[in-house]
């Protein structure tokens, strides 16, 4: 049996976009936009042979199948056009038919790309999940990749986080800065004050407190190539004198008494089971009426059956784990901080991302010469899924600002959010 007559029998209409596949077989209509090309027996092995969005995703990283007519820089269009297209379940006797007509071969799935990594279940020579062993070496696996490579896709504000749009045409720097400015605020950060910057990245939050602010600031950072980069943009900034970045476990952080802590986008690999350490971790760093700005991508329910993908877990974020903001607000509370504001800026990140998309479309040979061909994919590939997913409503961003309140019930805050849009 050809592979277009498989999977016209697991699909059963037309798919949105044609189906080219190696043995000469074609599925779908020949002036569709785009088309999906399997191009080797190996990359059929790898679909037959993983569920979900995983043998799929080892096949395109790999090189077996290609999209014509979409750049594997910003695959977006190609998703989009998929839409909510799912092939159909086939029957026990179907299913039979179809394995026997593939033959045994195409049932025993090649080794994986060299780019992925172990199950969870199988990660154990690293540590217990959210252990520190552990969680180091899942940040180096996905924030070591290469410095240059992310200026080429963030562009120069080195940041790896939701920007926030003060209009929709606004550039990604300006938005970048916009987002910045906008955690200063809810902060209330004001010259003098001590801030403590957990998961500080490339340091963009620090030095724009410091720059801006007059804010002395500590940023801490498990990933090795961020801080040293954060570091040499805090010297050439000559704000050697109110800003100190550290390589360290957020765990690490030194100094108590802070006015105010930001940690943007570090909640995803602490663990759900952690938060509540977390919290109380973090409350304990600052004094009666600080501030905490957490800002972290979400979903839009609590539920802790919903599991991160495999292709998001193998290839991008080892570990990670996402919930809903009502657990990360609850987390808060029970460790003693008062939440004062939330805030959801999924939309937003739909935008960062079709930025980040565009950069790698457009610096694409550099970049594959930096990182190379596979792990290019899996950037295209994964931002591009993600954009639509913020776009559905299928994940969140949110911002979630709390206080350490005083014994005495004073939260030093404002009556009403002084910190605009």
């Known amino acids: 049996m050809k592979i277009a007559a498989i999977v016209r029998s697991l699909v059963g209409d037309d798919p949105p976009m044609r189906l080219e596949a190696y043995d000469g077989s074609a599925l ?16 059929l092995r790898y679909v037959a042979t993983a569920p979900g969005d995983l043998g799929l995703a080892r096949a395109y990283v790999s090189g077996d199948l290609d999209v014509d007519g979409a750049h594997p820089g910003d695959p977006y269009e190609a998703f989009k056009a998929l839409g909510d297209w ?17 033959g045994w071969r195409n049932l025993v799935p090649p080794p994986p790309p060299p780019l992925e990594r172990l199950p969870r279940w199988r990660r154990t020579a690293e540590g217990l999940r959210h252990s520190r062993r552990r969680d180091a070496e899942s940040i180096h696996h996905h924030y070591d990749v290469s410095n240059e490579f992310y200026r080429l896709v963030l562009g120069p504000s080195m940041a790896y ?9 606004a550039s990604l720097e300006e938005a970048q800065e916009e987002k910045f400015d906008l955690v200063a605020r809810k902060l209330g950060l004001t010259r003098g004050m001590r801030m403590l910057d957990v998961g500080c990245g490339w340091g963009g939050m620090s030095l724009h407190a410091a720059k801006h602010y007059g804010v002395h600031a500590t940023g801490v950072t498990l990933s090795k190539e961020q801080a040293g980069w954060a570091q040499e943009a805090v010297r050439r900034e000559g704000l050697s004198d109110r800003i100190t970045i550290l390589h360290s476990d957020y765990r690490d952080s030194p100094g108590s008494d802070y006015d105010a802590i930001s940690s943007i986008g570090l909640l995803e690999h602490v663990g759900v089971a ?14 009666d009426g600080g501030r905490l700005l957490n800002h972290c991508i979400t979903r839009p329910s609590n539920d802790l059956k919903v599991k991160t993908g495999a292709f998001i877990d193998r290839y991008v974020f080892p570990d990670g784990e996402l919930t809903g903001s009502g657990r990360i607000i609850a987390s808060a509370q029970d460790a003693g901080l008062e939440v004062r504001h939330s805030e959801n800026l999924r939309e937003h990140y739909a935008l960062t991302l079709a930025q980040w998309c565009a950069n790698l479309r457009d610096n694409w040979d550099t970049c594959v010469a930096e990182v190379g061909e596979g792990t290019a994919r899996v950037w295209g590939l994964y931002m591009a899924g993600s954009r639509l997913g913020f776009e559905r409503d299928e994940i969140q961003l949110h911002q979630v600002l709390a206080v350490r309140v005083a014994p005495n019930g004073d939260a030093a805050f404002p009556l009403r959010p002084t910190w605009g849009s």
């Open 28 to 43: 779908g209509p020949t002036d569709a936009e785009f088309t999906l090309r399997l191009k080797s027996e190996r990359g």
């Open 274 to 287: 952690n938060y509540p350490s977390y919290f109380q971790f973090l409350r304990d760093k600052l004094h």
């Open 161 to 169: 986080t939701c920007a926030v749009f003060p209009k929709p045409d």
């Open 86 to 102: 799912r092939p159909q379940r086939p029957s026990v006797k179907e299913l039979a038919k179809i394995l026997q007509a593939m």
